[in-house]
């Protein structure tokens, strides 16, 4: 359960602040992922970086602001947010090497509210 | 791009019954499909997975399987007690491109299983 790790499980901020959400992995992984779970839809993958390297930013709006200074580490900057940017924001990763199991494992998530 | 179904949407049952769960995906380059199982206010847990050169998989109580000519894979669940009560997601993937394992999930299924 200590794999990934997120930071802080619960947010409350206004629509005018800026915050940030930080993840952690100790997995020896390669690739991290940004999620979003909401009530009413799927889990919606937002971002994803491989060796720290952004790969895909699945047409997610600019308030939203992602950062991968190495492998262990994946940041989501949040700005300017609106009320229905509340969600659960899941953090991912996975060893992604030719030949090895790339299974997902997720961190706790952050419950965000915006107020 | 990907687009995963899934269903049912809820599924209510009798400890000791099965449940079976499905999902159809539409891109056929597709080769990995794990199943998340979700307890509430938990983060997903990968609980089985399938890559598209077999066509069955068995663990336990679990198992899934693969039909990649109609494109639609299945979990089903034996034997059920109340701790399987969870939400159950499936997922999609082209695995092993080196960009990074970009799951596409279904919509999830509410398993409730009555003592």
């Known amino acids: 359960e200590t794999g990934v790790t997120q930071t802080p499980r619960h947010l409350v901020m206004g629509m005018t602040n800026k915050k940030s959400l930080k993840c952690e992995q100790h997995?020896?992984?390669?690739?991290m992922y940004w999620y979003k779970q909401s009530a009413k839809k799927p889990l919606e993958l937002m971002f994803v970086?491989?060796?720290?390297?952004?790969?895909e930013n699945n047409s997610v709006p600019s308030r939203f602001s992602p950062e991968c200074p190495n492998s262990s580490h994946l940041f989501l900057h949040l700005h300017t947010l609106q009320p229905e940017d509340s969600a659960l924001y899941l953090c991912a990763s996975s060893l992604n090497w030719p030949g090895l199991p790339d299974t997902q494992y997720f961190g706790p998530g952050t419950r965000l509210t915006v107020l | 791009g990907e687009n995963v179904e899934q269903h049912p949407s809820t599924l209510s049952v009798q400890e000791g019954d099965s449940a079976v769960i499905k999902c159809t995906y539409s891109?056929?380059?597709?080769?990995?499909f794990p199943w998340y199982k979700q307890e509430l206010g938990k983060r997903p847990q990968l609980i089985i997975d399938i890559r598209s050169n077999v066509g069955e998989k068995k663990d336990q109580r679990i198992a899934v399987t693969l039909n990649k000519t109609a494109k639609h894979f299945s979990l089903h669940i034996t034997e059920t007690q109340p701790e399987d009560s969870a939400v159950y997601f499936c997922a999609a993937s082209i695995s092993g491109d080196n960009a990074g394992n970009m799951l596409t999930f279904g919509g999830g299924t509410r398993l409730m299983v009555k003592p």
């Open positions: 970086y491989n060796f720290k390297e952004q790969t």
């Open positions: 891109d056929s380059a597709s080769n990995y």
């Open positions: 997995l020896g992984h390669n690739a």
